[in-house]
């Protein structure tokens, strides 16, 4: 059987990554509820397991809008999702001089969604992921804390080489966000400064 297009490849990951984030959600959702109904009853464990299906239920909404499935957004729908998921919930996101009610275009926003958790995964001891720009121009995402260094299937990506043969779990970030520009016309690009440090990544928009 031929294979199909880099393209519909990655359309077919994509929906088959909603439909498992849509089953979940709705089972988590119910055991949340189901929960809440516990009232009195092994309060204590009742509400760190409330707590709990809250916490996996914002990652899987999280997912799901990574994989495509939020449709447009404003920003500050999108910083929401991101809320305790970067570098493990060490690392925080600044968009200060961002109005949160700007909308998003659908393509960007697993772009966006994708370059941030790449950026905390660039932060192994915390700092903060910084997202400026236009969304409908050019963004810029900037990982800033102590060690700060994009990790090396990104740059790698970025600089077109060609893809890693055996990928590991800790390379799939990095690689969706590459595959989720290219396939939405965006380009990436990478400014390293010389010495310690890491360089802003810069997502331009297609037009």
Known sequence: MPSGTPRSELRLARLVGLRLCHDLSGVVGTIGNALEMMAG???EAAALAVESAGVLRQRLLLWRAVLGGQGEA???TLLGLLEGQ???GRAGADAATLDPGTMVAEPMVPVILSAMLVAGEALPRGGTVRLAGDPAGEMAVLPDGPRAAWPAPLIR???G???LEEPTGRDVMALW???TATAGGMR???ALPPGAGAGPLLITAAH
């Open 188 to 190: 990436l690009g990478l």
């Open 161 to 163: 080489g060609e893809p």
């Open 177 to 179: 966000l590459a595959a």
């Open 157 to 159: 990506a970025v600089a």
């Open 41 to 43: 009853v092994g309060e």
């Open 86 to 88: 970067l570098a493990g």
């Open 74 to 76: 404003t920003l500050g």
